[in-house]
């Protein structure tokens, strides 16, 4: 990543991170993937119970690896070999002490804003597990929610449809939001967190990188 572009990100991750705050959010600023990984382990004690909804940016930072192999009660879902399996570890999420995941945008006032086909994860985020910490490139920093909303429905949707090549979906086909009713839609439930209820269940870990999508 050019330098302009990191140090530009800094500032405005000041201004995400002020935006969190006043919405009972913490917020946290990582340059890099490995600070980022120490971080989120320093927020999560050992011992406790640990589970992640659908993302790709607490792989790429190492931290799911990282609890695996570490001191913590896992419930993994990706080691399940049927349908069953994973929808009784999802639900066992709901109980946990820590819930891992990104968001599909974050607005430069502190808004999370996702969507998510199974819900699995959306509602966690919503409700259940004590704690969410959230692991998010600067490269999902939208101007607003408005934004957020284009960003996830042509950019983030589009793009995981081609990871999950078997969600037969236009924008599978053409790389953009058709606002399709397809029986394998990604966009089945929209959340637009804005304010947390509970004070500092929400932490954010911005990084000045580009992770997920």
Not at 27 to 46: N, R, V
Request: aromatic share 8%.
């Amino acid at each position: 990543m050019d330098e302009f572009v990191r140090e530009r990100n800094r500032k405005l991750a000041k201004k995400v991170i002020a935006g969190l705050k006043s919405r009972q959010m913490e917020g946290y600023f990582a340059e890099t993937k490995e600070e980022a990984l120490k971080k989120a382990l320093e927020l999560i004690p050992e011992g406790s119970t640990v589970t992640w909804g659908g993302t790709q940016s607490i792989s790429e930072i190492g931290l799911k690896e990282a609890v695996i192999k570490g001191n913590y009660t896992v419930y993994n879902r990706d080691a399940e070999p049927t349908p069953e399996g994973k929808r009784a570890v999802m639900l066992k999420s709901y109980t946990c002490d820590y819930y891992l995941a990104s968001t599909n945008a974050i607005t430069e006032d502190g808004v999370l804003v996702n969507v998510d086909r199974n819900s699995n994860r959306v509602s966690s985020l919503a409700y259940g597990p004590a704690h969410v910490i959230m692991i998010v490139g600067m490269n999902k920093v939208t101007k607003d929610v408005d934004h957020a909303l284009y960003r996830v429905r042509n950019v983030a949707a589009p793009t995981n449809a081609q990871r999950f090549t078997s969600a037969r979906t236009p924008c599978l086909a053409n790389g953009s939001c058709l606002n399709c009713k397809s029986p394998d839609s990604l966009c089945c439930n929209f959340l637009i967190t804005r304010f947390s209820n509970v004070p500092g269940r929400m932490k954010i870990i911005l990084v000045n990188e580009e992770l997920g999508y």
